[in-house]
């Protein structure tokens, strides 16, 4: 919960002074994949590595790819054009894509509670984006976020077969690595990513060590527990994020609105739980 807090508010520092949204997203997913590799072979000696011979195995991993070479291309595109406390709560339809498809993936059961908990989610999001007339959200913002974090609650769902097909270590390196592919067409110019490092400076090398640390430990945890436990604990980091948002980078326009989206969307997270 501590890292992807700490990721949702660096990520809107890091976009606020990016010129180029797709040319950060490939030195933060390329920094990642080195961070994660590091992680990988120096600190855990690759003990969590398996090569699946089931050709389904490598099948949910392209769709996996797919899913976050999607969302990574357009990360920092929407964490400019929304708040973050805005974004977080947003990123809560990860959460409801993800919890529900896991219930119906791994044959969960399905509860009144849980039922409750995806509506509470739901009207986060109407809160949060409701504009009324004085009030300006990036209706562009909203759209794609809405899209690309349905395509990272795809991912979230798959995570936990390919945490047990490949293992945590090897599946945390190749959803890093792999979806660079779909991040880097068309090629970008090196002097754009260079231009790009020096305004992120020191920010895209904390943002990229903890998303990848926090990725590593909500594997494990998926290998442990039901993914429809992990997942939405996880997003508990909405609250702390939309207050933080608030205290620290100075998002103190309808503050209350936000601070009213924030608490249900995580009252949402502790029904889908229960």
Known sequence: MFFFTVLSLLQR????????????????????ALITLSIVLFFRGG???????????????????????????????VAKLLDASVLTTVSNVSVFVAFFGSMLLYKEPLSLLRILGGLCIISALV???????????????????????????????????????????????????LPLVFILIPRRPFHELRKELHISSWRIFVLAGVNAIGYLLQLKALALTEATKVIPIVQTSTLFTVLLGIVLLGEREHVMRKIIAGIIAVAGVFLLVR
């Not at 976009?15 to 920094?31: D, E, K, T, W, Y």
């Not at 590595?49 to 990360?75: C, D, H, K, S």
């Not at 077969?161 to 293992?167: E, L, R």
């Open 13 to 32: 520092k890091i976009a606020l002074h990016s010129n180029n949204a797709r040319a950060a997203a490939i030195l933060f997913n390329g920094l990642a």
């Open 47 to 77: 003990n969590d590595i398996r090569v699946p011979q089931n050709l389904m195995a490598w099948v949910l991993l392209f769709i996996t790819v797919l899913t976050y070479g999607i969302y990574e291309r357009e990360r920092f595109v």
């Open 127 to 177: 809160v949060v984006s409701y504009t009324g007339k004085r009030v300006h959200i990036s209706k562009k913002g909203l759209l794609i976020s809405v899209g690309i974090f349905s395509a990272l609650g795809i991912g979230w769902m798959l995570d936990k077969y390919g945490a047990v097909y490949f293992g945590s270590d090897l599946y945390s390196i190749l959803v890093w690595t």
